[in-house]
């Protein structure tokens, strides 16, 4: 069974900075690219934040590049979002998500997402 | 960026009958060399995470019942729910994964009428 665990929420000034991760399990951590979401209160989701399984290699929205860092340690696991710079527009609850597409497939699909965590609440505020 | 419109807002559907969610993609999310849709659906039900429900437009994700049903292609797509039951209440995304940034609609709330 897939297991999404996100930790790391919190209470956070702005400009200050805080670091979510999410642990992974019930698949290979390594072949899946991982991604964060994010929703605001009573608002839509919001794609924050992409990371390819083996290559590593990053994708951010406009609203976070340069704030936010993405990365992943396979070897444990681990999806992690380092956000700096923290503003008020940030708040909201920050989801860990799995890729459907296995990367050994030939078709690449990656920005579907099949399995979401719970979720990590960040409130940005004076 | 893709921007992705969803309509209604909002909907009352009575228990049995028929619920129909409309996404417009401002740009083809159809991938000429394979032919494929890059077009999935989500249900989001009070205080959940999203749930996966549709994919490539028109594929049922495992477990997701059969009243649940997309169609479209290009730049038009419709999510239908065949025939409301008391636990489909929820909000329904629809969402391109064909070119970052990785875009969602606004939403659609479904309540029973």
């Known amino acids: 069974e897939v297991q999404l665990l996100e930790a790391g929420g919190g209470l956070v000034q702005p400009g200050g900075s805080l670091r979510l991760s999410c642990a992974a399990s019930?698949?290979?951590?390594?072949?899946?690219?991982m991604s964060w979401v994010r929703q605001a209160p009573g608002k839509g989701l919001e794609w924050v934040s992409s990371i390819r399984g083996s290559s590593g290699t990053t994708y951010y929205s406009d609203s976070v590049r340069g704030r936010f860092v993405i990365s992943r340690d396979n070897s444990r696991n681990t999806l992690s979002l380092q956000m700096n710079s923290l503003r008020a527009e940030d708040t909201a609850l920050y989801y860990c998500?799995?890729?459907?597409?296995?990367?050994?497939?030939?078709?690449?699909?990656?920005?579907?997402?099949?399995?979401w965590g719970q979720g990590a609440l960040v409130t940005v505020s004076s | 960026d893709i921007v992705m419109t969803q309509s209604p807002d909002s909907l009352a559907v009575s228990l049995g009958e028929r619920a129909t969610i409309n996404c417009k993609s401002s740009q083809s999310v159809l991938y000429s060399s394979n032919n494929k849709n890059y077009l999935a659906w989500f249900q989001q039900k009070p205080g959940q995470s999203p749930k996966l429900l549709i994919y490539w437009a028109s594929t049922r994700e495992s477990g997701v019942p059969d009243r649940f049903s997309g169609s479209g292609s290009g730049t038009d797509f419709t999510l239908t729910i065949r025939s409301l039951q008391a636990e489909d209440v929820a909000v329904y995304y629809c969402q391109q994964y064909y070119t970052v940034p990785l875009t969602f609609g606004g939403g659609t709330k479904v309540e029973i009428k």
């Open positions: 998500a799995k890729s459907h597409q296995n990367e050994l497939d030939t078709i690449s699909y990656w920005g579907l997402i099949d399995y």
């Open positions: 019930g698949f290979t951590f390594s072949n899946f690219t």
